[in-house]
Nanobody
Framework: QLQLVESGGGLVQAGGPLRPSCAAS????????MGWFRQAPGQEREFVAA????????YYANAVKGRFTASRDNAKKTVYLQISSLKPEDTAVYYC???????????????????WGQGTQVTVSS
């Protein structure tokens, strides 16, 4: 089993930065493709960003391109989501997820992930 714990959410003003992180424990971390998803109240969970095994490939939703940057430190078993220029519409619970089978563009789809964290709340005030 692999356990994922997100942290680093919070209440920030629009235009500000934030860097949620996701710490993994349990199984070997490096073989997994990692993703970030978010879910706003009354909305479905949506893809935000993903990063491949060796950080060679990253993928972003159109709504966050240029503002969000995914990274990972396999030695620390941690993935990060650097967010700049937050907008009120970024308000959501942010989840990280790990896939033991997918490393490429299929990381955009939630069904390829077999481990999920509990989420961290990000609230952006206008």
């Amino acid at each position: 089993q692999l356990q994922l714990v997100e942290s680093g959410g919070g209440l920030v003003q629009a235009g500000g930065p934030l860097r949620p992180s996701c710490a993994a424990s349990g199984r070997t971390f490096s073989p997994y493709g990692m993703g970030w998803f978010r879910q706003a109240p009354g909305q479905e969970r949506e893809f935000v960003a993903a990063i491949s095994l060796n950080s060679g490939s990253t993928y972003y939703a159109n709504a966050v391109k240029g503002r969000f940057t995914a990274s990972r430190d396999n030695a620390k078993k941690t993935v990060y989501l650097q967010i700049s220029s937050l907008k009120p519409e970024d308000t959501a619970v942010y989840y990280c997820a790990a896939s033991s089978t997918s490393y490429g563009s299929s990381l955009l789809y939630p069904q390829v992930y077999n481990y999920w964290g509990q989420g961290t709340q990000v609230t952006v005030s206008s």
